[in-house]
């Protein structure tokens, strides 16, 4: 797998993992001001259950702290991510 992608505009942006037959891995957020709000997580049948969507979560949260913004973890993998996982608290909208 290659590394993790990012696309942008002022409303929304994804992250994603793809190989030589498109996007594995996709985790989609939308701006609000300081707050990421991620609204959707999906990772392809075949690439399920490999980690995938948690990795991207967790770069997520990265990006998120390294711009000084807060997460809203909408979706309800990353609700449950956020919940079982005390180091994002500090992150959480």
Do not use: W
């Not at 929304?12 to 996007?23: A, D, P, T």
């Amino acid at each position: 797998m290659e590394k993790i992608k990012h696309k942008e505009n002022q409303t929304n942006g994804i992250f994603f993992l793809e190989n030589e037959k498109g996007i594995v891995s996709e985790l989609t957020y939308q701006k609000e001001e300081n707050v990421l709000v991620i609204d959707h997580t999906k990772t392809q049948k075949p690439y399920e259950g490999q980690g995938y969507a948690s990795v991207l979560l967790e770069h997520t949260v990265n990006y998120a702290r390294e711009k000084g913004l807060k997460i809203n973890p909408l979706c309800p993998f990353a609700e449950v991510k956020f919940d079982e996982n005390e180091s994002y608290q500090d992150i959480r909208a």
